[in-house]
């Protein structure tokens, strides 16, 4: 298989993949894109009409957190703008 070939494949399993989102969502990937995740939970927790948990399915063993690092709202933010600019950037190619 060519390079070409990957890459159109890719691209098309991508546009399938935000088609089902923005369908799921109602809203279009740019538009995903824009929101900050707070929006999105505050969206979500509105359309449930209950708060969204969050819980780890890790097992604990002995004392203490397994998580030892909180990412804040902004470096979350910034690691999620880094992600799609990185996908951006390799659809680009």
């Keep these: ?4 070939t990957v890459k159109t494949e ?3 399993v991508q546009s399938a993949f ?6 799921t969502t109602g809203m ?5 894109r824009r ?3 707070s929006e999105l939970r505050e969206k ?8 969204i948990e969050y819980y780890s399915a890790f097992p604990l063993i002995g004392r203490g957190s397994v998580i030892r ?16 600019a990185l996908g951006e950037s390799s659809r680009a190619r």
């Design 69 to 84: 690092q909180f990412v804040t709202h902004e470096e979350c933010e910034r690691l999620l703008a880094e992600s799609i």
């Design 1 to 4: 298989m060519s390079d070409d």
């Design 10 to 12: 890719a691209s098309d």
């Design 35 to 37: 929101t900050p995740l």
């Design 18 to 23: 935000e088609k089902i989102i923005e369908r």
């Design 44 to 51: 979500a927790e509105q359309k449930r009409g209950s708060p």
């Design 28 to 32: 279009t990937i740019s538009e995903l």
